[in-house]
T-cell receptor
Framework: SQQGEEDPQALSIQEGENATMNCSYK?????LQWYRQNSGRGLVHLIL?????REKHSGRLRVTLDTSKKSSSLLITASRAADTASYFC??????????FGTGTRLTIIP | SQTIHQWPATLVQPVGSPLSLECTVE??????LYWYRQAAGRGLQLLFY??????ISSEVPQNLSASRPQDRQFILSSKKLLLSDSGFYLC???????????FGSGTQLSVL
């Protein structure tokens, strides 16, 4: 299966702490994307990082990509209660579709 | 930016009944369109995708079908629903292959 795998499956941290989620995949990619999903809602795109990039930032989000290890990480700094959601990585293998991982469920404790 | 309209939000249907879920897209032309299904607490399974009018690719054999009668309209259908068709259905759109997806708000389908 080409599906990415997020790690950990679930994560609980105190508000204000940093949260780190990881994604691993098995074959070469064109790009990797991170999405957030609030319970019972559609997914929202966060960041796209291309295979020739190593790091990208967007506000409190930082994404890294290591193509040699076939892995990516999403760091959320200074977490807030509103960051509570599920986070998914999605990989573009060069066909017409993205393949999603199984997600990390993040809970921010006030 | 694209806006995805998907309805209804919730649907309860008896086994053996037909299904029609509609998705429309605003803000782009000739998008790639996708139907995903998500089981409770799980990841997304791609069901169908379309790169143009009348062009449908199916990812998994199943009881469902999809159609794209217009550029920005994508329909998910079934002639007879099964219990296993229950789930959270999401329509998505992208401007081009591999680019970011815009998602609708989803339909929670319960087949009883």
């Amino acid at each position: 299966s080409q599906q990415g795998e997020e790690d950990p499956q679930a994560l609980s941290i105190q508000e204000g702490e940093n949260a780190t989620m990881n994604c691993s995949y098995k074959t070469s990619i064109n790009n990797l994307q991170w999405y957030r999903q609030n319970s019972g809602r559609g997914l929202v795109h966060l960041i796209l990082i291309r295979s020739n990039e190593r790091e990208k930032h967007s506000g409190r989000l930082r994404v890294t990509l290591d193509t040699s290890k076939k892995s990516s990480s999403l760091l959320i700094t200074a977490s807030r209660a509103a960051d509570t959601a599920s986070y998914f990585c999605a990989t573009d293998f060069g066909n017409e579709k993205l393949t999603f991982g199984t997600g990390t469920r993040l809970t921010i404790i006030p | 930016s694209q806006t995805i309209h998907q309805w209804p939000a919730t649907l309860v249907q008896p086994v053996g009944s037909p299904l029609s879920l509609e998705c429309t897209v605003e803000g782009t032309s000739n998008p790639n369109l996708y139907w995903y299904r998500q089981a409770a607490g799980r990841g997304l399974q791609l069901l169908f995708y379309s790169v143009g009018i009348g062009q449908i690719s199916s990812e998994v054999p199943q009881n469902l079908s999809a159609s794209r009668p217009q550029d920005r309209q994508f329909i998910l259908s079934s002639k007879k629903l099964l219990l296993s068709d229950s789930g959270f259905y999401l329509c998505a759109s992208s401007a081009d292959r591999g680019e970011k997806l815009f998602f609708g708000s989803g339909t929670q389908l319960s087949v009883l």
